[in-house]
């Protein structure tokens, strides 16, 4: 496959953040961008082979983790993360030429966009509907079509739908931004020093402590955990149920699974705690470094050359 055959899967259609942060990747503006209806729909066209690279939402600084991303990536799919783009979003209320705020009687945008501006509506648009689009893009296509119709989104889609600016910058927290997810099929991107991995675990047996006993297998090698989500459990392939009250835990840990201490954690993690799937491990956004699990991974290589030392004192058997 040469490089320029790639195809990338996103929510469409052309205008979104989503397509806006995968712009901003300078090395995938060679593939073909294929725009669709849904996160889920990118998301089991990557796993389906009909993309060769899928691009979704994950996490939004002001609603927070988007539920139907991370819960296919969890229970219904097997793909790889390579890396994660953040971009800062500015959400703008936008309508065809000529309206006001008062003429606005229906929004429309993705419900996580939506519901990044909950106050500005509830104080400037109490008696406007506000519905569920399938994009922000795709509000701003409609509200293109209708009177008093206004849309919640990029100014890129209001240009590309002929939409005005109302007002700019309407999320109801500044500093508003969305985390995005590049996965593949198969695959781990190498290690950069800069790296993040995401593991689904679900636990062996639910048990007073057994949360515990797994954060302690990180904290012990001082793996510092970015993030920690519950999501309720799916039932298995074979057909058992779920009941209220079971959780599966999706984390987010600095480093890499090509890092030693890494890799002995999650060894520990599944022969002693819990089920372990592997998303991924891949380059963090943003400038940083690993210090701490630099320091950790040299600690246990060292205290690993100084227990095989000992071991090699032992008289055959």
Not at 13 to 21: D, Q, S, Y
Not at 102 to 108: E, F, G, I, Q, R
Not at 146 to 172: F, H, N, Q, R, S
């Amino acid at each position: 496959m040469t490089t320029n055959s790639r195809r990338i899967g996103f929510l469409g259609p052309v205008g979104t953040f989503t397509e806006e942060a995968l712009r901003s990747q300078n090395d995938l503006l060679d593939a073909e961008l294929i725009p669709m209806r849904t996160f889920v729909d990118v998301l089991n066209a990557t796993q389906n082979r009909t993309v060769d690279l899928g691009f979704v939402a994950i996490e939004n600084a002001i609603e927070g983790i988007v539920n139907v991303t991370l819960d296919t990536l969890a229970f219904d799919t097997d793909l790889r993360i390579q890396r994660e783009v953040v971009l800062d979003i500015k959400m703008n209320l936008m309508a065809p030429p000529g309206t006001s705020m008062a003429d606005v009687h229906t929004v429309l945008s993705h419900p996580v966009a939506n519901a990044q501006c909950r106050q500005f509506l509830r104080e400037h648009l109490s008696e406007a509907d506000i519905q569920p689009a399938n994009s922000t893009s795709e509000g701003a296509r409609l509200a293109s079509e209708g009177v008093g119709i206004a849309a919640l989104g990029p100014a890129a889609a209001g240009k590309l739908y002929g939409l005005e600016t109302i007002t700019e910058d309407v999320a109801d927290l500044k500093g508003n931004q969305t985390r995005f997810l590049l996965v593949a099929p198969e695959g781990i991107p190498a290690k950069t020093g800069h790296d993040k991995s995401t593991v689904v675990l679900a636990q062996h047996e639910n048990k007073p402590g057994s949360l515990v006993a797994i954060l302690h297998e990180f904290a012990a090698r001082n793996i510092d955990l970015t993030k920690l989500t519950s999501r309720p459990s799916r039932p298995t392939a074979g057909g058992n149920h779920t009941a209220l009250g079971q959780y599966t835990f999706i984390i987010d840990i600095d480093g890499h699974v090509d890092d030693d201490v890494v890799a002995n954690c999650l060894i520990n993690v599944q022969a002693k705690h819990a089920d372990v799937k592997f998303l991924g491990s891949y380059p963090a956004a943003g400038n940083g470094s690993n210090e701490k699990l630099f320091a950790a991974t040299k600690a246990w290589g060292d205290a690993t050359d100084w227990m095989q030392g000992l071991r090699s004192q032992i008289s055959p058997a």
